[in-house]
């Protein structure tokens, strides 16, 4: 077991940027209950490294071991209250096959800005069994450690895959046949709409909503109707929470 | 107008605090949009302290005026880029009339922690028409800064109340003759149940859900199924996801 250097600790603290971690291809994890997940995931893990002042039960793979003390793992933390282990795992290569998205409900983002967001959204098509989810090239990355730790481990069960939508959405549609929905403001009640099993649906960008250069490419507009009796009522739901209601009422209809 | 005092900012940056807002029975809210809105709802505003070295459209009304500096703001804000202009409100005083809960949909929760999460649930309750949230005495304040400017003004339209849910329920039982339901990791499929327009629905703590002290006077316990194929998914959904989820289901089987 090594000790953590200076030159492995400025690589590690680093990746809490995106450039860095695209730069190094490399994301970060942190506590043994996500790392664990990892090492079962089979994605690749390249340094593990343990504050030697606690104990934890032992993880084994094939990786490098490092060992810190207290003062080392504050340092390449992204957390207040850093755990005894870190994880630098290697990131995917992820490319979706069109072909895979057939007979299936998939998630689409356009442009979600806030990690803590993309996580809660990761969380609720783990929950929902909606296996990919394709984000706009300008959205949160999925490797911000914030996401990967607001999942609770989701992310190793939902493929993110990021897109140029406005060529994504038309290919999608002529493989799979399937139709594309997006929830506006304006748009056609949600619990009188007929939802198929297998479609596609796209939430906005928290503050403008679905840009028109990717509404164009959208069969159906779908709305979560307000019941505020006096039409005195929030401007907006939060996109986590529409995404969760979206999800609810897609899968609702489909065999139990 | 007067100029912020040394002891006024003092009292006013104590308020981030739930002791300090309970001595003086005094909040804070912030921003120009989320202050006109209180200044409409008839709450009643004890001071209103404006950046002097910024320009934003007056507010009128029967409150004392204050003005301070950059500098004299960022003491009291609770933001990190604090709006031109802050003011203190009275804290109204709220008991619940159970008969005025009757024939309506209310929401509960049992020792929420988080006030991110009750300030999203307040704009859900706001979105979908209830009027109403109960609240155990030990869940996040509705008045913690937090809660109040993540509702983005949804707390002066949906009447938030803490009570002892033990001695709360089976009055509001024996009165209003609903039932009252609670979310549960095992429980009966939300989409198979059969859902009243007036009851009442528990929501449980982050961590431990609903306590088993609240959960006796539960007349169903309700699931939101997961749909993970492999069986192997999220092990809880996030609270709020879980309260939309539920207020969706409620409302959609009610008159549109």
Redesign the interface.
Known sequence: MQTLSKAKTSLISSLSVKKYRQEHNLFVAEGHKIISEVINSGLCIKYLVYNEDREIPSLSGDFEVLVTDEAGMKKISNLKNPPPVLAVIEIPERKPEYINLKGKLTMCVDDLQDPGNLG?II??C????IENLICSNKSADVYNPKVIQAT???FL?VNVFYENLVEFLPEYRKVTGHNCFGTFLEGE?I??TDLPESALFVLGNEGNGISPEVAEFLDSKIL??????AG????S??I??AA??VC??F??R?P?
């Open positions: 809660t969380r609720i783990d929950w929902f069994g609770m481990g989701a069960r009640n619990y009188q979560i109707p307000p019941y505020s009796q005195n009522h929030a401007e739901l939060n986590s929470v969760a209601v609810s009422e899968r609702r489909g139990a």
